[in-house]
């Protein structure tokens, strides 16, 4: 017989901290198959953030460096701009990127840094204890949003991807989810190609992956997964939102 | 019809069941006669031969406790 899946080693052996059924692991494990890979796992610096993925520096297999809340992209910035040749990631969650991280993300796209950030969006704060984020959707209860979030009070969910698409210096964003065996090897695909993007240098690519909170959400598991594809796919919807390379070859 | 053979490494598992929900044969269950260090009931196979070796279980295992062969 022979070996068709098995624990990348992109990953380290130490034991993820997650929930169980977090998605986060699913992730971490299509990063660290992709730097695999792509044989580059000697060669890739990552940036972890705060929130439920603060000890992502512990589960990759690569170099990895800690920022401070939201400013990941600032860090990967300066890694990426003093080692040019060095494959550089930052990996964050909502509340990081889409919150108080929102004008490092903005700009550092803006900028066109060629580094590939991987957006973990669960549309709630986590670690914190389940408080609603800009992502939480309306009608969505959370610890600060008991009856659930009120449009006329805290607005709409932000949707990032489509955001970071209108700027110029970003070359590939895409959204996808790993609620399915089939989604999972469609956002590996996606993660593979933002890479590959980088290592041609051309600008900035983020893949934002919808994943779930079964503990903050108050679900099991396979609950949480089928609660995202009937609620946060219609909110965020899947698909490619720039391109670089397509519109390359126009 | 190939066949596979899954093993897990059970004392790592935190019975999360995501596998077991995504198995075509059935055949992934949380073994309830035991507890492992976590405090969880591990998931198990025991019709082993029914497995077709499509690794849907370690695709969608959040903490890669799964390694998958098949024939």
């Known amino acids: 017989m022979a070996i068709v899946y098995q624990k990348s080693k992109g990953l380290t052996d130490v034991e993820l901290h997650y929930c169980p059924g977090c998605t986060h692991g699913i992730v971490h494990k299509l990063v660290a198959e992709t730097l695999e890979e792509l044989d580059v796992l000697g060669n890739t610096i990552g940036v972890a953030p705060v929130g439920c993925s603060v000890f992502a520096y512990k589960y990759f297999n690569c170099d990895m460096h800690e920022a401070a809340h939201g400013r990941a992209p600032a860090v990967a910035t300066g890694i990426k701009r003093v080692l040019p040749e060095h494959i550089v990631f930052t990996y964050q969650g909502d509340g990081d990127l889409a919150a108080i991280g929102t004008a490092e993300i903005v700009h550092a796209a803006m900028r066109g840094e060629k580094f590939t950030t991987i957006f973990i969006n669960n549309a709630i704060y986590g670690m914190t204890g389940g408080q609603m984020a800009p992502t939480t959707l309306v009608g969505q209860r959370a610890t600060t949003a008991p009856l659930g979030r009120d449009r006329e009070h805290y607005g709409s969910p932000i949707r990032m991807s489509e955001m970071l698409a209108t700027i110029d210096g970003a070359a590939y964003i895409e959204r996808v989810t790993v609620t399915t065996p089939a989604n999972i090897i469609k956002a590996k695909r996606a993660i593979k190609k933002a890479f590959q993007l980088q290592i041609a240098g051309k600008g900035f690519t983020m893949i934002e992956v919808l994943s779930t909170c079964p503990t903050n959400w108050g679900l099991t598991p396979v609950e949480a997964l089928e609660w995202l594809n009937n609620n946060m796919v219609p909110a965020f919807p899947l698909g490619v939102f720039r391109d670089i390379t397509a519109e390359e070859a126009k | ?71």
């Open chain 2, 1 to 71: 019809m190939a066949s596979g053979k899954v093993t897990f490494r059970q004392e790592r598992c935190k019975g999360c069941s995501l596998c077991v929900s995504v198995c075509p044969a059935k055949i992934i269950f949380l073994d309830e006669s035991t507890t492992n260090i976590k405090g969880y009931h591990p998931a198990t196979v025991t019709e082993m031969d029914r497995c077709i070796g499509c690794a849907n279980c370690a695709r969608i295992c959040p903490d890669s406790i799964i390694t998958v062969e098949r024939n």
